[in-house]
C-alpha cells in the first residue's frame, strides 16, 4: 500500500461495529438480496417479489461502487480524483438506463432521468437542510458553486424542452404517461442528438473548470471514513461492483413490466420515483449525513451537482447511445409532467442557492414540493 501524501491524515481500516452500519455502511446490510433476487430470478419467482429484491439489491451494489470511486480517488490526487468522482458518481442509473435503453423502455428511461434529477434537488437537499437545520439557526455555504450548478441546470431544462417545443410546433403531441411509443421524425431524433452532443461539450468545459480550480489537497471532511485501500485494490473494487450493477440491472429491468400490473404501479412512477431513488440510495444518504455534521456544502454539492450531473452527462450519453443500442433512437422529448417537474425542481434550486444559506423550514418545504410531485406521478 503507497504512504500516505504529505500533511494528509493516515488511511485507517474499515471498523465493521454498530456505528458503521449506522452511519455511511447501512447499504451494506442489504447485501443478501443481491444473491436472493438472483436466486428468485432463476427460481421462477413472481416478478413482483423479483422486482423489490433486485430494487433493493442494487443499494449495496451502488455503495460499494461509490466507495471504490471515493478510495480511488483519494489516491489519485486532486485533479484526477475530482475526475474520478464526477464520472463515477452516477454510474448506477447510466448502467441501469443502458440496459432498459436497451429492451425499448425509452419513457421508462426518461421518466428515470427525470426522477433522477428531481429527486437530488427536491428530496435528497430537502432532506438534508431538513436535519442539517435541526437545532440550528441556519446553515452556510458556497453560494458561488451552488449558483454555478444551478445555472447549469436552468440550460439543461431549456435544452430539454427545445425538442418539444419543435415537436408540438410540427402539429404532433408529447408522449404520454406510459409504455406508448411515439413515431418521432428523424428530424426529432437527429436534434435531439446535437442537444446531446452540445450538452455534453458544455459539461466537459465545466469539468475542465472544475479541475482546473481544484486545490492541492481535499478538504478535511472527505478524506474522513477512508478505508485506506491501494489503487490496485480499489480499482478491483470497482470493476466488481460494476459487474453487480450490471447483473442487478439486467434483473431489475426484465421484471419491472410484470411487476407494476401486479403491484398496480405505472411504470412511469417505478422510474420516477422507485428506480431514482435506489440508484442512488447510499449517495443521498451520505448527502444527508454530512449535513448533519454541518458540513452543508459538501452535501449540497451532492445534491444538485449530482442532479447536474445527470442532466448534463448521463441523459446526452443515453441519447447518443440510442443510436446504436436498443430498437430505435431514444429521442430527447419528455411528457408534459415530466417538463413540467423538471422546470419546477431547477426553479426551486436557483431560489434556494442564490443566498448560500438554508434552513429546516426550507428542507420542509422541497420536501413538501416532492411528496406532491410523487402523489401526482402515482396517479396519473
Not at 431538513?130 to 440550528?136: A, C, D, E, I
Not at 410540427?170 to 404517461?177: F, S
Not at 452540445?198 to 479541475?211: E, K, P, Q
Amino acid at each position: 500500500m503507497p504512504a500516505p501524501e504529505p500533511g494528509s491524515p493516515a488511511p485507517r481500516t474499515p471498523s465493521f461495529n454498530a456505528g458503521f452500519f449506522l452511519g455511511e455502511g447501512w447499504p451494506y446490510l442489504l447485501a443478501p438480496f443481491i444473491p436472493l433476487s438472483i436466486a428468485l430470478k432463476l427460481g421462477g419467482a413472481s416478478d413482483a417479489v423479483v422486482f423489490v429484491a433486485a430494487a433493493l439489491g442494487i443499494i449495496p451494489t451502488a455503495a460499494l461502487m461509490g466507495r471504490a470511486t471515493e478510495e480511488l480517488a483519494s489516491r489519485s490526487g486532486a485533479a484526477v480524483g475530482g475526475f474520478l468522482n464526477v464520472t463515477f458518481g452516477n454510474a448506477p442509473e447510466l448502467i441501469i438506463a443502458l440496459f432498459a435503453l436497451g429492451r425499448g423502455l425509452h419513457e421508462l428511461v426518461k421518466a428515470t432521468l427525470i426522477g433522477s434529477v428531481i429527486g437530488n434537488i427536491l428530496l435528497v437537499l430537502g432532506a438534508a437542510m431538513f436535519v442539517g437545520g435541526l437545532g440550528r439557526d441556519g446553515q452556510r455555504f458556497s453560494r458561488r458553486t451552488a449558483n454555478t450548478q444551478s445555472r447549469m441546470l436552468v440550460l439543461a431544462a431549456v435544452a430539454f424542452a427545445v425538442p418539444a417545443v419543435f415537436q408540438l410546433a410540427r402539429g404532433d403531441g408529447l408522449p404520454r404517461v406510459g409504455p406508448e411509443h411515439l413515431d418521432f421524425s428523424s428530424a426529432v431524433e437527429v436534434i435531439s442528438g446535437l442537444i446531446a452532443a452540445a450538452l455534453i461539450v458544455v459539461y466537459v468545459f465545466g469539468l475542465l473548470a472544475s479541475l482546473r480550480s481544484a486545490r492541492a489537497s481535499a478538504p478535511a471532511y472527505e478524506q474522513e471514513g477512508l478505508w485506506g485501500l491501494s489503487v490496485r485494490t480499489s480499482v478491483a473494487m470497482l470493476a466488481v461492483a460494476g459487474g453487480l450493477v450490471g447483473v442487478m440491472s439486467e434483473v431489475l429491468v426484465g421484471s419491472i413490466h410484470a411487476a407494476s400490473e401486479s403491484l398496480g404501479l405505472s411504470e412511469f412512477f417505478i422510474g420516477a420515483v422507485v428506480v431514482a431513488i435506489v440508484g442512488n440510495a447510499a449517495e443521498h444518504w451520505v448527502a444527508v449525513l454530512v449535513a448533519r455534521k454541518d458540513h452543508m456544502d459538501l452535501s449540497v454539492n451532492i445534491a444538485i451537482g449530482s442532479a447536474a450531473q445527470v442532466a448534463l452527462f448521463v441523459a446526452p450519453v443515453l441519447v447518443l447511445a440510442g443510436f446504436f443500442i436498443g430498437p430505435a433512437p431514444l429521442p430527447l422529448v419528455f411528457n408534459a409532467f415530466e417538463l413540467g417537474a423538471v422546470f419546477l425542481a431547477v426553479g426551486v434550486a436557483y431560489y434556494v442557492a442564490r443566498d448560500g444559506r438554508s434552513t429546516w423550514a426550507e428542507g420542509v418545504l422541497l420536501l413538501a414540493v416532492y411528496v406532491a410531485l410523487a402523489i401526482v406521478f402515482f396517479f396519473v
